[in-house]
């Protein structure tokens, strides 16, 4: 009997999920295709493209992450042609239930859809003549605050490339590399701090001791007295420490008064890191493994920490992360969005800083691509001053020049 009943429930889930309205009004068109290409940046971008009947393209972008092309071609695209490719929210319901039991809640089922939503809020965008902040209800600011990662891992291996190894370890070269950033006109820097001493270390352990410690306090105390009131000064610890060691680092660099300390703890456990920000006084972020409003929930609800750092291309796209900053906002916390992506990540995430008022500045991690602009038609940086002014034109309001992404192609 039960099996028979199961049989039934799940004949009758199916056919009401083929069953969804397609609507017949709005813009004309449907999607015809949807594909990928990854270009080869400093990650490997993965680029959606959305192509619809009325010649209209629609660009997203995918956190990058192995499988997310099959993911898309094979699962995500025989489910969106022939769709109105303006039905954004439906589609996106449409893609987490033709995957649902294939990761649609987390990981690269979510990643996939993430960057499809993007490229089909682009083309919505475009169909409608509008951009996409004017689509989720408007803009409160002209621009947008960018921090810079320096990530000065880059710069120790410039040092250790030049037959420096000693100064591979050494604080001043992070000195050296938040100065750069701060020279290029960025308000806030961020750095790597779990990184190399030079000593040999257990770190599987999660357990770091004194002379470690203070290795990282001399790291940050380079970088804020070089800095000094020039800019804001960030960590990120990578969910390298464990909670004893991770208090005991804050306490460490307490004084130096950071913006924020990112991931001290493992993403998985919300009770550690409300316990973590309990015991110090500093400022916590943390969300980049985080997907969707209902990942974020019990962080938001616990206040287990001050800022929150959802990924659009990989916590579900636009919308998704816009209900992840309201849902923030009841309980006054700020976004601080992660993002390692292309221009095409970054201008999807600039449109969710323009329309939510808790939002405080996007990551930027491609210092070192020098070619990073030339994936966009445009005549002026992207990034002009440590800030994006947010684009005017339809749908994301940038274009991507193909030539540079074919000079640039991971085949």
């Known amino acids: 009997m039960y099996e028979d009943f199961a049989s039934t429930l799940a004949a009758t889930m199916w056919a009401d999920f083929d069953e969804q309205p397609r609507r017949a009004d709005g813009p004309p068109g449907e999607i015809t295709d949807v594909q990928t290409v990854v270009v080869d940046g400093n990650f490997p971008w993965t680029i959606v493209t959305v192509e619809t009947s009325e010649g209209v393209t629609g660009i997203g972008e995918c956190y990058p992450s192995p499988g997310v092309h099959e993911v898309i071609t094979d699962y995500l695209r025989p489910v969106l042609v022939g769709e109105n490719p303006t039905d954004v929210e439906r589609l996106y319901n449409l893609m987490r239930e033709s995957l649902s039991g294939r990761g649609s809640q987390q990981g690269i089922g979510t990643i996939a859809i993430s960057g499809v939503e993007i490229a089909l809020w682009d083309a919505t965008g475009k169909l409608l003549d509008q951009p996409i902040y004017q689509l989720l209800g408007g803009k409160l600011r002209e621009s947008v605050a960018v921090y810079a990662d320096c990530h000065a891992g880059e710069a120790m291996v410039e040092s250790a490339r030049e037959g420096q190894e000693a100064s591979t370890y050494d604080p001043q070269a992070y000195a050296r590399a938040a100065r750069g950033a701060v020279d290029d006109g960025f308000d806030i820097v961020k750095f790597d701090l779990d990184v190399p001493s030079g000593r040999e270390i257990d770190t599987l352990s999660r357990h770091f001791d004194p002379p470690e410690i203070e290795h990282k306090r001399r790291v940050v105390e380079a970088v804020t007295d070089e ?86 291309p990989k916590t579900g796209g636009i919308a998704e992360t816009k209900k992840i900053a309201e849902l923030a906002e009841t309980y006054y916390q700020a976004l601080v969005p992660h993002n390692i992506g292309s221009p095409v990540a970054t201008a999807a995430t600039v449109h969710v800083g323009a329309t939510v008022p808790n939002f405080v500045a996007l ?24 800030r994006i002014r947010v684009p005017d034109g339809p749908g994301l309001g940038v274009e991507l020049d193909w030539d540079a992404v074919e000079d640039h192609r991971k085949h």
């Not at 990112?262 to 920000?277: F, G, I, Q, S, V």
């Not at 930027?364 to 440590?386: K, Q």
């Open 363 to 386: 990551e930027y991690h491609a210092r070192e691509v020098s070619w990073w602009d030339d994936l966009l038609v445009r005549d002026e940086p992207f990034i002009r001053d440590g």
């Open 227 to 312: 800095i000094g009131h020039d800019a804001e000064v960030a960590v990120d610890l990578h969910w390298n420490f464990s909670p004893e060691t991770a208090e005991r680092l804050c306490r460490a660099i307490e004084p130096y008064d950071l913006a924020w300390i990112e991931d001290p703890l493992p993403p998985e456990n919300t009770d550690a890191m409300r316990e973590l920000k309990r015991r110090v006084d500093v400022t916590l972020l943390t969300g980049e493994n985080r997907y969707g409003r209902h990942g974020f929930r019990d962080l938001v609800a616990e206040q287990a920490v001050d800022f929150l750092a959802p990924d659009v």
